[in-house]
């Protein structure tokens, strides 16, 4: 596939280790999501856990085919927390690793979605409706 990596150059990667497995758990709220969205995307090329070229970056879900890619972010993608972040640096780190997949999906015409902390406590239709919209 013709891809633009994290700097906008044009590369050619191959996705297939990445296929995504509709069973596979990687965390609950992200398994909620492709449980949602699988009948919508399951003949579509999708990938999960895809590493962005020339980085150490990861998008959560991607479809290829229409090209979107879903980012779930729980509560610790939106508020810090000593625990999981170790520091106020490592966090704010994060967030900007956060905004360097918007860019990149910018760079490449990719509709970006992300199911925060606030779509996860709502229902199912409604986190179908924000990502069909």
Not at 10 to 36: A, G, L, M, T
Request: aromatic fraction near 12%; charge should be neutral.
């Amino acid at each position: 596939m013709k891809i633009k990596n994290i700097f906008g150059e044009e590369v050619s990667k191959s996705f297939k280790k990445y296929k995504i497995d509709w069973d596979r758990k990687v965390s609950n709220p992200q398994k909620r999501v492709k449980d949602i969205i699988k009948g919508y995307w399951l003949a579509s090329d999708c990938y999960e856990e895809l590493y962005i070229p020339s980085s150490k970056l990861r998008v959560d879900l991607f479809n290829a085919s229409d090209k979107t890619v879903i980012e779930i972010s729980p509560l610790q993608h939106q508020q810090y927390n000593s625990f999981l972040h170790g520091s106020r640096l490592k966090y704010l780190e994060a967030q900007k690793r956060d905004l360097q997949k918007i860019d990149w999906c910018n760079i490449n015409n990719f509709k970006y979605i992300e199911i925060d902390e606030e779509d996860l406590k709502g229902n199912d239709e409604d986190i179908l409706s924000k990502i069909l919209s």
